[in-house]
C-alpha cells in the first residue's frame, strides 16, 4: 500500500517545497480538507496555509491564496499573487 504523496509548492520564481509527506491539509471556501494517499484526482482554490504532515512532524506553510491539484498521488500547489 501507499503510504506517502510527492509534494511540489512552487511559486513563479521558486520552488518552496518537494519532497514525500503521508498527508498535507488546507483550507478552502468550504473550510479544511486533508488530502491523503491515493486521493481521488482533485482540484481547489486554497487559502490561508498549507500543513504538510510527515509521520509525527508538522510544517506549516502561510499562503495568501493557490491552486492545489492532486494527479497520481502527487499534489502541486501554486502559490503566488
Known amino acids: 500500500m501507499i ?7 512552487k511559486a513563479k520564481d521558486r520552488i518552496i517545497y518537494e ?3 503521508t498527508a498535507v ?9 486533508d488530502i491523503l ?3 481521488e484526482n482533485f482540484i481547489s482554490i486554497v487559502k490561508n496555509k498549507v500543513i504538510l504532515h510527515k509521520n509525527d512532524a508538522q510544517r ?3 499562503i495568501e ?7 497520481d498521488n502527487k ?3 501554486y502559490i503566488g499573487h
Request: glycine content about 8%; charged content about 15%.
Open 3 to 9: 503510504s506517502t504523496l510527492h509534494v511540489n509548492i
Open 19 to 21: 519532497g514525500d509527506v
Open 25 to 33: 491539509t488546507s483550507f478552502n471556501d468550504i473550510g479544511l480538507f
Open 37 to 39: 494517499p491515493l486521493h
Open 60 to 62: 506549516e506553510f502561510k
Open 65 to 71: 491564496a493557490g491552486v492545489l491539484k492532486v494527479r
Open 75 to 77: 499534489v502541486n500547489i
